[in-house]
């Protein structure tokens, strides 16, 4: 990194603080999600996950939305029962 004061520091409720100069280093803003990569010896590294994940199948979309109160469906089943509706006319 090549600064000596970028540290990642971990509190006894288990919570973690980088240090500002490790936060500018790898440009960190708060909520900012780290993965785990790799331990080997004394060495840890951790990446940013990419922003868009490749999707390799519709299985790979799950969790991407945010919860809404917008049911996709709701626009759909109202309109067949107003074709039953009509059809039994």
Do not use: Q, Y
């Not at 600064?3 to 971990?10: F, G, P």
């Not at 980088?18 to 990569?37: Q, Y």
């Amino acid at each position: 990194m090549g600064t000596s004061n970028a540290a990642l520091i971990v509190h006894d409720d288990g919570s973690f603080e980088a240090t500002s100069e490790l936060k500018d280093t790898l440009h960190l803003a708060p909520g900012t999600r780290l993965e785990f990569v790799e331990k080997s010896g004394g060495e840890v590294r951790f990446r940013v996950p990419k922003l868009f994940p490749e999707i390799g199948s519709w299985r790979d979309l799950k969790g991407i939305l945010a919860d809404t109160p917008f049911d996709p469906n709701a626009d759909l089943e109202r309109e067949r029962l107003r074709e039953l509706e009509r059809d039994a006319r």
